[in-house]
């Protein structure tokens, strides 16, 4: 059996990471909204608990690329935006981010109720 930490920092859990990332902002996305705005709610959403787990860590950068990731793959569409001279790109989830978002959510329950029959917590 391998230890905690191996499994923390594998890369199983990096997949996972980046996955849980891509279904929280879709789930932001739901109106139109700006990467920054995200990163920094997301930033604020996960105060007091640096280290400690899937996205307490989570950087710009990091929502960036999977808006990035999201939008290639068609489940976000943009806009562009000029505000105060400056270009700003805006992102909504599309239909079909709306389905991958649905089915993420039904692998939540599926996963949370697999979890509590098997520790015995049901």
């Known amino acids: 059996?391998?230890?905690?930490?191996?499994?923390?920092?594998?890369?199983?859990?990096?997949?996972?990471?980046k996955y849980v990332l891509k279904v929280v902002i879709?789930?932001?996305?739901?109106?139109?909204?700006?990467?920054?705005?995200?990163?920094?709610e997301m930033k604020k959403d996960c105060e007091g608990w640096h280290g400690k787990g899937i996205l307490s860590d989570v950087k710009k950068s990091d929502v960036y690329n999977a808006i990035n990731s999201l939008e290639e793959q068609g489940y976000v569409s943009s806009k562009t935006v000029i505000k105060s001279g400056r270009i700003h790109k805006y992102y909504k989830v599309t239909k079909s981010g709306l389905g991958?978002?649905?089915?993420?959510?039904k692998l939540?329950?599926?996963?949370?109720?697999?979890?509590?029959?098997?520790?015995?917590?049901?």
């Open 1 to 17: 059996m391998t230890s905690a930490s191996k499994v923390h920092k594998g890369n199983h859990y990096n997949d996972i990471s």
């Open 26 to 40: 879709l789930k932001k996305l739901m109106v139109w909204n700006y990467p920054y705005s995200i990163a920094k």
């Open 100 to 105: 991958a978002l649905k089915k993420a959510m």
């Open 108 to 122: 939540r329950n599926e996963l949370l109720q697999a979890f509590s029959m098997l520790m015995g917590e049901n």
